[in-house]
């Protein structure tokens, strides 16, 4: 495993987890908390377990769920001391707008919450998540404020933020060195990080998200290998690499700015590739494995890929629901969208994928379903 520093004390692996909690996949967040079970928390510390063993080290959370997974998997282990951990607020302008409180206060809020359960009742570091979202320059100065307040207390030692807008997040880190920690998405399909952060010369480490998704939110690009093998080996040109997403991650490793790259896994097969994706370089031949696959999602308007999300695991809500989604937009086939967190979510996209693969068969996709 390779490591790198942030904030120039902590040595962290290049490669991170994320997610830690199995319904995320079903779309069950903040909105639609559910306890965890014992059994869960036994498999999720044993991955973790091996994950540290192996050298893994960095550890993301986000949603409440997330972060409570975490702190019950790793209480057993005894391990605080060995793993850095990031925590997140989200949705800080908008959220506190919602709520009527101040962005502060929505901050305060928020981390108190998640500080309750993890060991040791601290993170690490702790970010503004998707600062992008109706980011507004005086309350960002109040919410540092708030921020650093909290760091001399204790509860964290590293500022720092994610967002999606490239050459905002550069504007942002020019102006607030206080971040030392900036999460942005970062994959061989987006780029854009590299247009507006080659130039920058300041101290902040950051932390690839989203390396597999490419191009539909929350559909992976590896989907794609869901098709019929005779339909996929014509778009590729080629045969299918069943570990091209550990090629993805180590791509993005080997951009010499980026400190970590953060992936969610939920198995022991997945928790391999990730750790074999942080030991090596990016070779020419996984580049061109790469561009084969770029080129195979984006053929025929990318319907072919969006066909590949509707033959995820039954269970993965999250990857089925923006599939049709996107599908539908793609294919203009008019519906009334479900709710992704709603009781009759499952039974509702069962039966919208079944018109949509009835109305792609009379278009003329049939070979791809």
Excluded at 107 to 134: H, Q, T, V, Y
Excluded at 150 to 156: L, P, S, V
Excluded at 270 to 289: F, Q, V, Y
């Amino acid at each position: 495993m390779e490591y790198s520093l942030i904030a120039g004390k902590y040595k962290v692996s290049k490669v991170g987890i994320g997610g830690h909690y199995s319904k995320m996949e079903e779309g069950r967040f903040e909105y639609n908390y559910a306890q965890v079970s014992a059994e869960e928390v036994r498999k999720r510390a044993g991955l973790i377990e091996k994950a540290v063993d192996s050298g893994i080290n960095y550890f993301d959370t986000t949603w409440r769920n997330e972060s409570d997974m975490l702190a019950e998997s790793i209480r057993p282990l005894n391990i605080r001391d060995k793993i850095f951990i990031n925590g997140m607020v989200l949705g800080t302008f908008r959220g506190s707008k919602a709520y009527g409180i101040t962005p502060s206060e929505y901050l305060e809020k928020w981390l108190d919450d998640r500080l309750k359960k993890m060991p040791g009742n601290r993170f690490n570091s702790f970010m503004i998540n998707a600062i992008d979202e109706d980011y507004d320059e005086s309350k960002c100065e109040q919410v540092l404020n708030t921020l650093e307040k909290r760091r001399k207390n204790g509860d964290f030692d590293v500022i720092g933020f994610s967002c999606h807008n490239h050459r905002l997040a550069r504007e942002i880190a020019d102006k607030y060195p206080e971040f030392q920690l900036i999460m942005l998405a970062y994959n061989y399909k987006n780029r854009s990080f590299d247009q507006y952060f080659s130039s920058y010369e300041g101290k902040a480490a950051f932390v690839a998200m989203k390396p597999l998704i490419w191009y539909e939110y929350g559909i992976p690009f590896c989907c794609i290998n869901n098709l019929p093998e005779n339909e996929l080996r014509k778009l590729l040109d080629s045969e299918k690499k069943d570990n091209i997403a550990e090629s993805a991650v180590r791509w993005n490793l080997s951009n010499k700015k980026i400190n970590t790259c953060v992936c969610a896994i939920n198995n022991e097969e997945e928790l391999k590739s990730l750790i074999m994706a942080g030991s090596g370089h990016i070779e020419k031949e996984e580049e061109r494995n790469l561009e084969s696959y770029k080129k195979a999602i984006e053929a025929e308007k990318r319907i072919p890929y969006l066909i590949s999300s509707l033959k995820v695991s039954e269970n993965n809500r999250r990857a089925l629901f923006f599939g049709i989604s996107s599908l539908s937009n793609a294919i203009g086939y008019k519906f009334e969208k479900p709710g992704l967190n709603e009781e009759s979510s499952d039974e509702r996209l069962s039966e919208l994928k079944g018109k949509l693969i009835s109305e792609l068969k009379d278009r003329g996709y049939g070979r791809y379903i």
